[in-house]
């Protein structure tokens, strides 16, 4: 059987925790093949609300197995927490986890670098987690870096030890920041500790020969497209290739494997974080989006920006991902609303018009936007399309038109099966 895939189309927070969450059991196993603790894929499970930052969201579902593959940056601190917190309410996770060997390490110091680099940056700083990804990935591309199946090795206390001096020397560029890395060593090595009674394997062999026995894989993808380091709005992005590409390298499997690409965008778009956003709204629009759609960052707790959907962004991000099915999240954030708006292009700081997004987004004087009338009605009760309004119908009918790729999923509220399948 092959690989289905769930990806984030915008700039990460699509709500893609709940869609893998939902799809998990007609799944053998789910694989996170990027990103790190960065993410924070928010479940609602049994009226709880859970922030899965590194575990694979399909961790709730009973009969599915999960992975953390190699292409995921793991902080031994952050993981052990999130199993801590779960753990009674999953009392078999350490049987249905595996983690990569392959996967690397993320060391305090990769946190202090990505702090002290971050401040340094002063105006233009990316707006980081500040979770020590980039400098992670830094050491993975530079090979320097430590991995899962490093942790049992006998260098591997050295081997640490001479990664931070070099991480320290690094450090010296920058001006003091505030980081007590004795106090951070300790609990990494405590953690350490308790991540390696984890089931850690050589990833790709178990997953192919998973495939090969006809299991079904669903690749859980982490951030969004336009944060990948690749193609999304560099340099204001995140250090990990985000898009369908990312599934290959990330968990070892070769590109004729995936199938289905699932591609997930909320009704509107936010942002986290520095960088452009052609179609943020700066007023009260933008304000009463925040609001209704509680747009707080679920790792950090920073306020969201918001704007209305960009139909040029969706095709870019249709387009290099391969996307097959669309999934429409929180379209009842817009149930208040008179008139909804659509970008459909944009006009250049040269007064081209174009409805591809331009090397530098900077470049763009001002979006053009289609009006749509709003539904002003609640959702929650409507279980089946045909009950729709018809103007939920002309939104959706609109993105299927502009993006060519069906809308097969709806959400219609946070909760595990407030959802429309078409
Ligand atoms: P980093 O990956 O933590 O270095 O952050 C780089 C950029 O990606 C920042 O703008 C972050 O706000 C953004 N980012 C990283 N992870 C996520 C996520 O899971 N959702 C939304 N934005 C994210």
Redo the contacts with the bound molecule.
Sequence with gaps: MPVDAIL?LQ???EGKGKIVDYLADQYHAVCRFQ??P????TLWIQGKKIVLHTLPSGIFRSNTLNLIGNGVVIDPITLSKEIDTVHSDIPDLIDRLFISRKAHLILPTHRWI?LAS?HAKGKQK??????G??PCYMDKTGRNGLRIGDINQNSFRSDYFALKEKHLQFLKQFPQADFNIEEEEQKWFDSIEKINQLQSINAEYWLNSMLVKNASVLAEG???TM?DVDFGTYP?????NTIAAGICTGLGIAPNKIRKVIGIAKAYC??????PFPSELLDETGEKLRKEGNEF????G?P?RCGWLDLVQLRYSVMINGVTDLCITKIDVLNHFEEIKMVNGYVLNNNEQTNELPFHLETIKHVTTTPLKGWQQELSNITDKEHLPSEVKSFLNSIQTNTTIPVSILSTGPGRDELMIF
């Design positions: 984030g700039w990460g927070d990103g790190g960065n993410a924070g894929h990505d971050e990316i707006g980081s987690t500040l979770r990804i980039g982490a951030q969004g944060l204001y992005v995140t250090s990990s936010t942002r986290v974080g520095s960088g960052g679920s790792t950090t920073r969201r």
